[in-house]
């Protein structure tokens, strides 16, 4: 698939959503395209379904993207755990999960 079919499809995911606790968007900034998604959610729902949708198409048809997807859920099974971020890792066409050593454990790295 080419990339601008790729984008389109990118697109065809991220456009319409509408979420109060989601915000997933597209930029193009010096001729780079730029997935973001930003959230405070309660608890998983189809925000985390569409997530894990879009990083499977990014992963799958634009191989060469990479990125760090940091997540937090107090309701995560260990590991990581409650008092840790996963870490997922987009890179080569391939999403790993990653051991975070930057603000795990979150007490006491980033909270009291």
């Given at each position: 698939m080419?990339?601008?079919?790729s984008m389109d499809k990118l697109r065809d995911l991220v456009e319409g959503v509408a979420w109060?606790?989601?915000?997933?968007?597209?930029n193009n900034?010096?001729?780079q395209y730029f997935f973001r998604a930003d959230g405070m959610v309660?608890?998983?729902?189809?925000?985390?379904k569409h997530l894990d949708d879009?990083?499977?198409m990014i992963a799958h048809e634009l191989p060469?993207?990479?990125g760090l997807v940091y997540e937090r859920d107090d309701e995560m099974p260990d590991p990581p755990g409650v008092n840790a971020f996963r870490v997922r890792k987009v890179a080569r066409g391939?999403?790993?999960?990653?051991?975070?050593?930057?603000?795990?454990p979150c007490n006491p790295v980033i909270e009291d």
């Open positions: 080419g990339m601008q079919r109060h606790d989601a915000v997933f968007e597209i900034l010096n001729g309660n608890r998983r729902r189809a925000e985390g879009i990083l499977t060469g993207s990479w391939m999403i790993s999960e990653e051991v975070d050593t930057f603000l795990s």
